[in-house]
């Protein structure tokens, strides 16, 4: 009888040994998985198209005469044509206007919004600026916001843009730049100049 428990505790002894054995065989196994990532950035391109230009300008025997262009100009792709047509020869007078209708286009990757912002160049006299009234408009949802150059030279901006523009889509808006008709102030402009860049922003939309 105590041969017996002998036997049978050696038998237990023995396939424990083979459990770990086998348990470190196990270990042995490895598996690796690998994925290549390819990454490529998006881009942000526009592009600025103005569809038409209505002009009330000074005419050579002195009157006022409003003329229409219909001619499509693409301005991001470089050119010497001043957006309102305004030649270096030309005067302004009370009751001037210039109104470009505008298209921006979304040719890039991402949902983008626009803001407009006036940069003075040459001349700060602000006699002149204070009859400059800038006017824009959303032309599909007739929004208007207008300003005195001198009183702020920026509408909109790129915490709130005037609007969005989803890829492959495109806003169409119009601007216009008048020389207001201010009884007893207009005098006060006279041969004064004022030479001012008109810069469309387009930013991506973060959030």
Do not use: W
Request: proline residues 0%.
């Amino acid at each position: 009888m105590k041969t017996k428990k002998i036997i049978i505790t050696s038998c237990l002894m023995i396939f424990s040994c083979l459990m770990i054995i086998c348990a470190s065989t196990f270990a042995l196994f490895t598996e690796k998985i690998s994925m290549t990532q390819h990454l490529q950035a998006g881009h942000l391109t526009v592009s600025l198209e103005r569809e038409k230009l209505i002009t009330k300008k000074l005419q050579e025997d002195g009157t006022l005469k409003e003329e229409t262009n219909t001619d499509r100009i693409d301005f991001s792709k470089g050119t010497d044509e001043n957006l309102f047509g305004i030649k270096d020869a030309d005067r302004v007078v009370p009751g001037c206007q210039y109104n470009a209708s505008l298209k921006l286009n979304n040719l890039g990757d991402v949902a983008i919004q626009y803001y407009i912002e006036i940069v003075i160049q040459k001349g700060n006299e602000t006699e002149f600026l204070n009859q400059l009234q800038f006017t824009y408009v959303d032309t599909k949802t007739q929004t208007t916001k207008t300003s005195i150059l001198s009183n702020g030279l920026q509408i909109g901006s790129k915490e709130e843009g005037l609007g969005q523009i989803l890829k492959n889509e495109s806003a169409e808006f119009q601007v216009q730049i008048e020389f207001v008709n201010q009884e007893g102030e207009n005098n006060e402009a006279m041969n004064q100049e004022v030479e001012f860049d008109l810069i469309v922003h387009a930013v991506q939309i973060s959030n």
